[in-house]
């Protein structure tokens, strides 16, 4: 029995490359062997993901104008395919027809697809007009309508025969989604759509809505509202960068006691006027629900002051369903403030905050951009360190000009104790820290050497808990690669590693290479693209040695990549990370595509990588300084 079904587990797949090579021939675009092995890999995973970014452009790479007939191919061959849960085509003009094909896999036999995403792909009202007509294929069985979930995110200014389009498609369904995206889509014609939302058997069962950055007039604002006073098991909702009345999205869940306590999950009103009213209506709301673990408020107007930021978490923190272990040992909390300026007292606040709920679990906090450049900054990082748990800490770009009395950026002669311990506190401490994000792109916003070098210590000790560091563009240079290269024999838990922008040179890069032969718990590493190409605009950049230093580096990670493929199969390379989908910070799209990959994206990453740089010729500039390489 097992080998018969091997047997047609290969035919399908012999079948399914076949389809995909005749659609080359139709699309007039090349065969890719690649991209039939990622699609492979895909179906053997669960749940199975057909995602066309991640098969035809790679990690950390940008499309090109043939790829969309590449797209195109790939989506005829899926059309009639029921190997795949779901499908994300994102950032390829497909237009119509290639919407019209995604939609029409719907239309198949007994479908298992139940997740589309059609982002920034040209959607408009004739592909819009495929999916209805598809849902309209399955009113005479209803129980072959498999479709949960739809995002047609970043599909910007539809004109309002296209909001007609989608609101007769959603109308014709057999039954109702439970994920709506329609971020970035300039809608201005929302009403018909939350006409469909209202209906009874749609507020029964959408649990996420996403219409973010879209333009809400009063108008919308009243049906929205209202709606959100019915709806009964929505768990996550994004209105962010709306311009929408906060105060009267929290009024209308205040009014929904059964809603906000029990079922609302997540909420985020970044890019929005936050008033000290709408603070306080916020703060009862957080005082007792039970079921609110995340919220969102990248940069509020006005200004995020201390006791608007009081008014909101302190109840939050001091929720007695969270605040003891005992009764919500399943939920944890997500606070994204960035964007916001917390210097002086706006991050102090938070950090007695923090300090006074130690025994709240803590999943995500998110702190980028937030100028914590002073003492703010030291106090939030020692409150942290007496939580009993946080999975992941982000302090990125926090550029600011340091007071003289800042801890992690004062000269050692007005030092209180030495820089880095609250860091080296909470990486070696009962947090559990897992990931660590520390990376800068602004050289006024660089971390000094004795905090970077107390972090990458801390993963030596045997308490170290942390699977991904991010250390990039700290300029450190090979003082940040010396600590990299005396950690990485020890530690059996880092998993990946972003330090490129570190100014290392080639001797750096051997001391991590040789390093890296003696460890086997890194998987992921970046080629770290900006540091080598630093070394070749050199006068003397010795290419060849480099190169040789980096491919082995290489060799090295996807030793590691192989031996956890072996041992936990292609899915179990990161198996432990959770992933957040999160379109603010582009650092985070990044390394979401890294952490995501498995041995053969590893090796084309890096090839392609190596390939670029070893295509730039050698620099005729003899008038080199030192201070180019530190600039």
């Known amino acids: 029995m097992r080998l018969l079904l091997s047997l047609a587990i290969d035919l399908l797949h012999f079948l399914d490359q076949c389809d995909y090579h005749a659609c080359c021939d139709f699309y007039l675009v090349p065969f890719r062997g690649d991209i039939a092995t990622k699609l492979k890999a895909a179906m053997d995973t669960t749940p199975s993901v057909a995602d066309f970014e991640h098969c035809i452009v790679g990690m950390a790479e940008t499309s090109k104008p043939a790829d969309c007939g590449i797209a195109l191919a790939l989506l005829r ?42 982002s920034n792909v040209l959607a408009s009202r004739g592909g819009l007009q495929a999916l209805e007509s598809a849902a309209k294929t399955k009113h005479q069985s209803p129980s072959e309508w498999t479709l949960t979930s739809l995002d047609l995110s970043d599909n910007s200014k539809w004109a309002k025969e296209s909001v007609v389009a989608l609101v007769s498609a959603l109308k014709a369904f057999p039954s109702p989604l439970r994920v709506l995206n329609l971020a970035h889509c300039h809608l201005t014609h929302l009403m018909p759509l939350v006409a469909v939302l209202a209906q009874p058997s749609w507020a029964a069962t959408l649990r996420t809505l996403d219409l973010s950055f879209n333009p809400m007039d009063a108008d919308a604002t009243a049906g929205l509202t209202g709606w959100l006073s019915q709806v009964k098991v929505l768990q996550h909702l994004n209105l962010a960068g709306t311009g929408i009345d906060t105060f009267q999205v929290i009024n209308a869940l205040k009014r929904n006691a059964p809603l906000y306590k029990s079922a609302l999950m997540a909420l985020d009103l970044s890019y929005n006027t936050l008033k000290p009213t709408t603070a306080a209506a916020l703060g009862e709301m957080l005082e007792t629900t039970q079921s609110f673990t995340s919220l969102v408020l990248r940069n509020v107007k006005p200004a995020l002051a201390s006791p608007t930021l009081s008014t909101i978490l302190s109840p939050w923190f001091q929720n007695p369903h969270f605040a003891t272990p005992s009764r919500a040992s399943d939920l944890a909390l997500s606070l994204d403030l960035s964007e916001n300026n917390l210097s002086g007292g706006g991050g102090t606040l938070l950090a007695d905050l923090i300090s006074r709920s130690p025994r709240l679990r803590r999943d995500v906090l998110k702190l980028n951009q937030c100028t914590l450049h002073d003492d ?29 009395k800042s801890i992690f950026f004062s000269s050692p002669a007005v030092l209180r104790h030495a820089p880095g311990d609250a860091f080296v506190k909470v ?47 700290n300029g450190g240079g090979d003082d940040v690669a010396k600590c990299v290269a005396a950690v990485l024999p020890k530690t059996s838990c880092l998993r990946a590693l972003f330090w490129d922008g570190n100014h290392t040179t080639l001797a750096g890069f051997r001391l991590v290479q040789e390093a890296l032969r003696r460890n086997q718990s890194l998987r992921i590493m970046p080629v770290p693209v900006q540091d080598t190409r630093r070394l070749l605009d050199r006068r003397d950049p010795q290419r060849e040695a480099l190169f040789a230093v980096l491919g082995s580096m290489c060799e090295s990670i996807e030793r590691n990549q192989a031996t956890v493929e072996t041992h936990e199969g292609p899915t179990g390379v990161m198996s432990s990370m959770v992933f957040r989908d999160d379109a603010y910070d582009k650092a985070d799209v990044m390394r979401r595509s890294w952490l995501q990959s498995g041995p053969a994206d590893l090796r084309q990453s890096w090839s392609r990588g190596l390939d670029a740089l070893s295509a730039v010729p050698p620099s005729s500039d003899n008038n080199y300084t030192s201070h180019s390489v530190d600039a």
């Open 427 to 473: 990486l070696t401490k009962q947090v559990q820290l897992k990931e660590l994000y520390l990376s800068n792109s602004h050289p006024q916003s660089r971390y000094p050497l004795a905090l970077l070098r107390a972090v990458v210590h801390s993963l030596g000790t045997t308490n170290s808990t942390l699977e991904v560091l991010d250390i990039s563009g």
């Open 77 to 118: 061959t899926l059309q009639h395919s029921r190997h795949f849960h779901s499908v994300v085509v994102r950032g390829f003009p497909i237009g119509d027809d290639g919407i019209s094909m995604a939609f029409q896999t719907l239309e198949q036999p007994h479908p298992v697809l139940s997740s589309i995403r059609l």
């Open 376 to 404: 703010s900054l030291d106090a939030i990082v020692v409150a942290v360190a007496q939580c009993d748990s946080l999975s992941a800490l982000h302090l990125e770009d926090n550029d600011g000009s340091p007071p003289p």
